[in-house]
Nanobody, 126 residues
């Protein structure tokens, strides 16, 4: 069992930056691919970014490519999402998720992920 706790959300102005963190419990974190998803009010959950177990393989939604960076520190059992050049359309609750596969390549499908955090709110003011 893996428990995931997100942090780092908040209110930021358009063009600003935030870094989300997701701390995982359990000794098997380093073997799992990790992903970030978001859900805005009235919308479906959307894929944002994902990273393989060893950090070598990453994939991004087209809407965030070049602005967001996913990374992980297996020694700290933590995955990060650096969010730059934020725009109002980025506002949502952001969730991290763990896939019990190595993720070569990491999946973009929410249904492939086995564990989910509670989410952290990101608000972007115009």
């Amino acid at each position: 069992q893996v428990q995931l706790v997100e942090s780092g959300g908040g209110l930021v102005q358009t063009g600003g930056s935030l870094r989300l963190s997701c701390a995982a419990s359990g000794r098997t974190f380093s073997m799992y691919a990790m992903g970030w998803f978001c859900q805005a009010p009235g919308k479906e959950r959307e894929f944002v970014a994902a990273i393989s177990w060893n950090g070598i393989s990453t994939t991004y939604a087209d809407s965030v490519k070049g602005r967001f960076t996913i990374s992980r520190d297996n020694a700290k059992n933590t995955v990060y999402l650096q969010m730059n050049s934020l725009v109002p359309d980025d506002a949502a609750v952001y969730y991290c998720a763990a896939d019990r596969n190595f993720g070569i390549p990491p999946s973009r499908r929410g249904g492939d992920y086995d564990y989910w955090g509670q989410g952290t709110q990101v608000t972007v003011s115009s």
